[in-house]
């Protein structure tokens, strides 16, 4: 199956900026989709932002909340997948995760349900 380690979190101040990376292993897709979720303690697992590729086309999806501010990105030849987050929130707060799954299928939201893999989660504090 696909392992995907990721790193990058921390503490920092509102307005700054951090980049978590997600480095996958396993089995090469032609077709796939990864994404970023984070938590918070006793709320659900929230999208964040996810990437499609399939049939040399890329399709990117931010939540309203992150819009303007995150980045998802990919780097190919490092089978890394990257979060770059500018203008950072208190309210940005949580563990954050990576996940993918086979396919890239899409109906018009993404929900933790529908991802197969996922990273441990790193701690992203954003201090007021």
């Known amino acids: 199956q696909v392992q995907l380690v990721e790193s990058g979190g921390g503490l920092v101040q509102a307005g700054g900026s951090l980049r978590l990376s997600c480095a996958a292993s396993?089995?090469?897709?032609?077709?796939?989709?990864m994404g970023w979720f984070r938590q918070t303690p006793g709320k659900e697992r929230e999208f964040v932002a996810a990437?499609?590729?399939?049939?040399?086309?890329?399709?990117?999806y931010y939540a309203d909340s992150v819009k303007g501010r995150f980045t998802i990105s990919r780097d190919n030849a490092k089978n890394t997948l990257y979060l770059q987050m500018n203008s950072l929130k208190p309210e940005d707060t949580a563990v954050y995760f990576c996940?993918?799954?086979?396919?890239?299928?899409?109906?018009?939201?993404?929900?933790?349900?529908?991802?197969?893999?996922w990273s441990q989660g790193t701690q992203v504090t954003v201090s007021s």
């Open positions: 990437r499609r590729w399939s049939g040399g086309n890329t399709y990117y």
């Open positions: 396993g089995r090469t897709f032609s077709s796939y989709t």
């Open positions: 996940a993918a799954r086979l396919g890239a299928g899409y109906s018009g939201s993404f929900y933790p349900s529908s991802f197969d893999f």
